[in-house]
């Protein structure tokens, strides 16, 4: 087991589960049906890849795994994910954050870049299970 990958993931699941509870009961009176299905979505990958880090973590032993995925993982879920939830506040909060807009397909770049190297390694593995 890689205890990083794990809690990480754990914490990417936990606040993901928090934030879906925020915009299925508290935000749906403040934020239009757009903005709640974006902010959605944004729970959706920030789940998704939780997920697969907590999964990697539990399996470390039988995946060689490297910093790459952690990084990339992390990064990209923090800069898709959180750059929805900004750019889906701005107007609830008052300020304008539509600069954060070209953040959010560099975070979902960097997810596919991260899971393209996955399988590359993957594919490369010794192991024949």
């Known amino acids: ?6 809690i990480l993931g754990a914490i990417l699941i936990c606040l993901g589960i928090i934030l879906g509870a925020l915009g299925a009961h508290s935000l749906k009176n403040i934020l239009t049906l ?3 299905s974006s ?3 944004g729970v ?3 789940m998704y890849h939780g997920i697969i ?3 990697l973590g539990l399996n470390a032993k039988e995946i060689s795994l ?3 995925y952690l990084f990339g993982f992390t990064l990209g879920t923090i800069l898709f994910s959180f750059s929805i939830y900004s750019l889906c506040a701005d107007r609830a909060i008052g300020i304008d954050l539509s600069f954060l807009g070209p953040i959010t397909p560099i975070g979902g770049g960097v ?10 390694q ?5 192991n024949k299970n």
């Open 1 to 6: 087991m890689n205890k990083t990958y794990a």
């Open 34 to 36: 757009d903005e709640l």
């Open 39 to 41: 902010f959605e979505v």
């Open 44 to 46: 959706r990958y920030q």
């Open 53 to 55: 880090m907590l999964v």
């Open 66 to 68: 490297n910093s790459y």
């Open 111 to 120: 997810l596919i870049l991260t899971w393209v190297y996955l399988i590359i």
């Open 122 to 126: 993957i594919a490369k593995s010794k």
